[in-house]
């Protein structure tokens, strides 16, 4: 396929990209096949793919000088340039130094030094002494103090770049008269190399700790002196080492390179020895020729030789450069009797006292390393052992006077005490040698200086602590400046200026250094607030953290760390950020120890005390004691000290001209001829390379103001030439060297370059005199076309003008009539245009009358408001045509008219409409009236002839019901025909047998009675009197549950009601109703004759059936317990006489099961007798149904609504059936 003709870079994890072909074109990715793998493929998306140079074996200087200007090609140019020892690359006006890990003697030459002086940026190969010129030439010209920064990881060759860098200027730029100045500024680095550099895992010589490198010069531009400013000493390494790693040099340059006699007065051996050494790595850096030196002596060399490192060697050097600053020799040997005193102080080791109240003690073993410590240091040696195992607090309010309390420390409190006097001896140690330095390299009158910031690096290691936060913090900042200065102040300057460069995107970390050093809730105050606790507490600080930033981009926890070593660590032991460089786990264990910086008042007296140390104190600006008054440690914030010191660095470096060099480390095992490109590759995104070359390629980075032009090159250009205005010289400058105009491009103030092109101009404009006449008469042509130009544009102008007079006099001729016009209809306009809206508005009369009309209640009202308005229009009118109205006054009149109509005319209408709506209104109430009647009277229809169909069929089913009962009655009669015979004996012998019973028991009375008279109240016997028969009694209570011969007709009726006892209830309605068969019999029998008081109770038909024992007997079977039947039969109630009346009346029963529950007796002219069981059993029949014969009789039972209707019909209530009478799970209201 045609795309893959050409060559393109493909990304790869370890080399960064690789040379390849495009194969396949994806909707999302590109199909890539690798150069030299025998068809091997990749795919990636589009914007990971790069176009490659057509000759792949290409170098150049500058990489915006490249045809395919991309991070790919920046990375192959950097490669075949380091594969070629050509370790300088630009990235327009950036330096891109990657380090060798060899010596590259003649690149560092006195001769490639001259070489470089005076050259203009790009005129030479990119050098760091390009660097350091352009910065001494910018300060010269502009006037401005210049800075150079000096960035990359550790082990990428910052040291070595501010090593280079100064050499550079004081070579170049010393003074005439000796130079021993220069030669001091140049003597620092190896004093600074030694008290604050150490081995690394990633670098044998890596600073640990950050300097900016003032060099001033006076008003001739000559070296007139320097000044150091150190930032955060790693003081953790002197007390300990991660393995692999080393203390710093000096410790061990004086172990390997003191002489013996100094030595054997401080006591020192081998680095196995000394606490402080033998936890990192105990050998040391020499040459072949001092390894057997020191072998002979027993101590053992890195396997590896380092080519700048020699412990014996840089002893030696170190000694001599503290003699040239000026150090004596008793100052040197307090210096080196210090560091004897650190190392030696590492060695006092602590047991408990055996008493917990007693603290600790220092063990035996230590008590030489007691004695040699405090012997170095110039202190008493119980005075010292009391420092270290104990410590004095005061009483809050005892005042100067108050009472001392002497607290005794554990032994694991001894340990730190001792470990943070360490320290804070060497780090005054390092403030001293800075100190002297800065006392051996005075200003006495500085115009500007070049300064040079030499600081670590990014880190990141599997265990990152407080010093890699710091370091971090700071190369935030940096990264912050660079883009800003970069980046955004080119852009910024761009679209200021006019050239209409498009706009680069880059990632902003203003949020992540606010997150670190924001006012209140930034890390380094709530570290601070935290280390002022009583108690401080690193998971309680780390709490805090994750409390106040939970939902910070920025900020996250260490199980989302991408290492696997962070991810078992708990949300209290760390945190994550997300830096400009990638996310580093910080483990907070030791962040508040590591953040302050005080000793408790017994350390802060002893190093008063100290006889050896007074050049230490005496050093520090704020060297006054403190008193510890509170009892505990005095608090000074390590991070806060920092971050003031940056801030004003950060201004310094604001107020300066700015260049950059970006080292770059090419791989982790610090060999040479060794390229790992996905290491670098990273490197230079994180350094902002990438972004860069996207700007300098689209932008200008060279630019200069007109006025500085003009100054700089007016010498060269003959007078004529050089009395031009600075804007046109540059023109017709340009324009005379026949540059092209894609490479500058004119500003508001200035004039920018292309990358490589201003070089170009300069080296032109400086050519031999031959070529400068040549340009000289060029720009002498193109002024002398430039003028004739102008005359020729200023004839032009003239006839134009001429040509515009004409015009303008035939332009006012017609510019007046038309005013005339426009006078006119200003006057008469809005007359004429008032009167045709009224025209308008008459037409609308006739639509309002004709509305008025349709009107039934308020017509004449309408009609009125018509004419009224009929006659308004009239008069408007006429004020207009008569001009008594005045113009202005024309649109309100008119306006109020027109609203006056359009108020009638709504009115009008709404009046109409609700006319309208209302008759609708009615005559679909009417309709609905009508349909809702004829809807009822269809719903009655049906309801009725539902009902007459129910009914129907309900007095069927009655009517089969009865035919069926009355067969099997039938049946039943011919079956029990014998059987009634026998019953007719049996009950006509019981009549015979009772009435004998009933004589002798009225004889037997008749005879007691006269017992009685004659015993004339005596006793008399009752056991002749006659009973029933014992045995007929207890057969009788046999066959009965309950025994309810003694119970009171209350207490059955009340059963009957309330009582839930199924078979109690039916045992007492038995007796209930046996009872009332009694009690209406006896009643019968004795009432009085003709006396009608007491009527029947039911009909005689009724009646007689209880005594026809032949019916009772064939009678239909019992009703079910819940069934409910209604019955009507004829009913003729007897009067007073016994003679039945003429009309006849109707009895209706309704029995609830067995037993009737309801009775009315209706008669035409009588008041109907509605009964109730329950409250008038006294007059209802006490017959059951089976006693009555209603089922037998023929159009006797009848419906429920039938008696339901009547019994309404004459008041009756509702019906409420008694517990008794009540299914299981069914309602009591009927």
């Not at 119980?382 to 005892?398: P, S, W």
């Not at 209302?918 to 009655?940: A, D, F, H, S």
Request: hydrophobic residues 35%; charged residues 30%; positive net charge.
């Amino acid at each position: 396929m045609d795309a893959g003709k050409g060559k393109v870079w493909a990304p790869d994890p370890a080399e960064g990209y690789k040379l390849g072909k495009v194969v396949d074109i994806g909707s999302e990715e590109i199909t890539v096949e690798i150069a030299g793998t025998n068809g091997k493929t990749v795919s990636a998306p589009y914007d990971r793919v790069y176009p490659a140079e057509a000759d792949e074996k290409k170098t150049v200087d500058d990489n915006c000088s490249l045809m395919h200007v991309n991070e790919a090609t920046l990375l192959h140019n950097v490669r075949l340039r380091y594969s070629k020892d050509l370790i300088y690359t630009y990235v327009a006006n950036i330096l891109i130094a990657v380090n060798p890990y060899k010596e590259l003697p003649e690149l560092y030459s006195i001769d490639t030094i001259k070489s470089y002086q005076g050259k203009s940026l790009g005129t030479l190969p990119p050098h760091v002494f390009a660097i350091a010129d352009k910065s001494f030439r910018d300060l010269r010209v502009l006037k401005q103090s210049q800075a150079i920064i000096v960035s990359g990881e550790s082990g990428a060759g910052k040291t070595e770049s501010t090593k280079y860098i100064l050499r550079y200027l004081c070579e170049s730029f010393s003074a005439q008269s000796g130079g021993k100045l220069e030669e001091r500024i140049l003597e620092a680095n190896p004093i600074l190399e030694a008290f604050g550099n150490a081995k690394t895992m990633r670098n044998n010589n890596s600073s640990r700790f950050g300097k900016f490198v003032e060099i001033h010069f006076t008003t001739k531009q000559q070296v007139a002196g320097g000044f150091i400013s150190h930032y955060l000493l790693e003081k953790s390494r002197i007390c300990m080492q991660s393995e692999g790693e080393r203390n710093y040099h000096i410790f061990y340059q004086m172990l390997a390179g003191a002489p013996d006699n100094l030595k054997e007065k401080f006591r020192l051996t081998s680095p196995a020895d000394f606490q402080y050494l033998s936890r990192g790595v105990t050998k040391f850096f020499a040459t072949k020729a001092n390894q057997k030196a020191l072998a002979s002596k027993g101590l053992q060399t890195v396997a590896s030789s380092d080519s700048i490192l020699d412990d014996v060697r840089d002893f030696k050097r170190t000694d001599t450069s503290l003699a040239h600053l000026g150090l004596s020799e008793e100052e040197k040997l307090l210096v080196y009797a210090t560091v004897a005193a650190v190392l030696h102080l590492g060695n006092i080791a602590f047991e408990d006292s055996g008493d917990a109240k007693d603290g600790c003690r220092i063990a035996k073993k230590s008590e030489q390393s007691l004695i040699l410590t405090s012997a170095l240091m110039g202190v008493n040696k119980d005075e010292m052992r009391d420092a270290l195992t104990c410590r004095v607090m005061q009483a809050a309010r005892g005042g100067v006077k108050g009472t001392v309390i002497r607290v005794n420390l554990k032994h694991y409190e001894a340990a730190s005490a001792r470990d943070a006097l360490a320290k804070s001896i060497y780090s005054k140690l390092f403030d001293f040698i800075v100190a002297k330095i800065n006392d051996g390299i005075p200003f006495t009158a500085s115009q500007y200086y070049i300064g040079i910031l030499d600081i670590a690096g990014f880190e990141y290691f599997t265990v990152n602590s407080f010093e890699q936060f710091c370091i971090n913090y700071c190369n935030e900042k940096l990264q912050q400046f660079f883009n800003e200065r970069i980046l955004k102040a080119e852009q910024q300057l761009y679209e200021k200026e006019g050239l209409g460069v498009s706009k680069i995107s880059y990632i902003d970390n203003q949020d992540c250094i606010d997150l670190i050093e924001m006012k209140g809730t930034g890390l380094l105050d709530l570290l601070d607030e935290e280390s002022k606790l009583p108690k401080p507490s690193s998971s309680n600080f780390t709490t805090v953290i994750h409390a106040k930033h939970k939902n910070h981009f920025r900020l996250a926890i260490p199980r989302k760390s991408k290492l696997k070593e962070h991810r078992d660590l708990r949300e209290e032991d760390g945190f994550l950020i997300r830096h400009f460089a990638g996310a580093v786990c910080y483990q907070t264990s030791q962040f508040i120890e590591k953040n302050n910086d005080a000793l408790h008042a017994s350390l802060e007296a002893l190093l008063q005390e100290s006889e050896n140390l007074k050049f230490l104190i005496q050093n520090e600006e704020n060297g006054n004691f403190q008193s510890a008054n509170q009892g505990k440690l005095s608090f000074i914030s390590v991070g806060s000290k920092f971050r003031t010191q940056l801030k004003q660095l950060m201004e310094k470096l604001g107020s300066t001209g700015t260049s950059f060099i970006r080292c770059i480390k090419p791989n982790m095992t610090q060999v040479d001829q060794r390229f790992e490109g996905g290491l670098v590759l990273n490197q230079l995104q994180c350094s902002g390379m990438t972004s860069v070359l996207q700007l300098m390629q689209q932008g200008y980075p060279s630019r200069t103001f007109f006025a500085d032009l003009y100054t700089m090159y007016k010498q060269y250009l003959p007078k004529g030439l050089s009395n031009l205005d600075p804007r046109l010289f540059c023109k017709a400058l340009f324009r005379a060297l026949g540059l092209n105009d894609t490479d500058y491009k004119f500003g508001m103030t200035r004039v920018f370059f292309k990358p490589g092109k201003f070089a170009e101009f300069d080296q032109m404009l400086k050519a031999d005199p031959e070529n400068l006449a040549k340009l000289v008469e060029k720009v002498k042509v193109w002024l002398l076309h430039a003028r004739w130009r102008k005359a020729q544009y200023g004839a032009w102008s003239v006839l134009k003008l001429k040509n515009k007079i004409a015009y303008r006099k035939a332009a006012l001729i017609k510019l007046q009539s038309h005013l005339r016009k426009h006078i006119a209809m200003k006057k008469y306009r809005p007359r004429i245009l008032g009167l045709k809206r009224i025209r308008m508005l008459e037409g609308q009369l006739d639509k309002m009358q004709a509305l008025a009309q349709e009107l039934k209640a308020d017509r004449e009202v309408g009609l009125t408001q018509v004419i009224t308005l009929k006659q308004n229009m009239d008069r408007i009118s006429k004020e207009i045509r008569n001009e008594k109205m005045k113009t202005a006054e024309i649109d309100p009149a008119i306006k109020s008219l027109m609203d006056s109509v359009q108020r009638t005319l709504d009115d009008l209408q709404k009046r109409v409409q609700a006319q309208k709506t209302k008759e609708e209104q009615e005559r679909i109430r009417k309709i609905q009236e009508e349909m809702e009647k004829e809807r009822k009277r269809r719903e009655e229809e049906i309801r009725q002839k539902k009902a007459e169909e129910e009914e129907r069929l309900q007095r069927i089913q009655l009517e089969e019901r009865r035919k069926i009962e009355e067969e099997r009655a039938r049946l039943m009669e011919q079956d029990n025909k014998k059987l009634a015979e026998k019953l007719q004996q049996e009950r006509l012998q019981r009549m015979e047998e009772q009435q004998a019973r009933d004589v002798q028991a009225e004889q037997e009375e008749r005879d007691r009675a006269l017992a009685v008279r004659l015993a004339n109240g005596g006793a008399v016997d009752d056991t002749s009197s006659l009973s029933r028969s014992g045995s007929v009694m207890k057969q009788n209570q046999a066959n009965k549950k309950y025994d309810l011969a003694k119970w009171k007709y209350a207490e059955l009726r009340d059963s009957i009601n309330t009582s839930c006892d199924l078979e109690l209830l039916e045992a007492c309605r038995e007796e209930f109703h046996r009872r009332l068969k009694v009690y209406h019999a006896w009643k019968a029998k004795n009432k009085k004759p003709n006396d009608g008081s007491d009527g029947p109770r039911a009909p005689n038909s009724v009646t007689d059936s209880m005594h026809d024992e032949m019916a009772r007997l064939a009678g239909a079977p019992k009703n079910q317990p819940n069934e409910q039947r209604y019955f009507r039969i004829p009913f003729v109630r007897p009067t007073s006489n016994g003679v039945s009346p003429a009309k006849k009346g109707f009895w209706y029963a309704h029995f609830d099961g067995a037993w009737i529950a309801r009775q009315m007796e209706i008669y035409p002219d009588k008041q109907p007798v509605l009964l109730t069981a329950g409250k008038d059993d006294m007059n209802m029949c006490e017959l059951s149904l089976e006693d009555t014969g209603l089922t037998q009789k023929r159009g006797a039972q009848i419906l429920e609504s039938d008696f339901q209707e009547e019994w309404t019909k004459y008041g009756g209530g509702d019906y409420i059936r008694t517990q008794a009478r009540q299914p299981a799970g069914r309602p009591a209201k009927l």
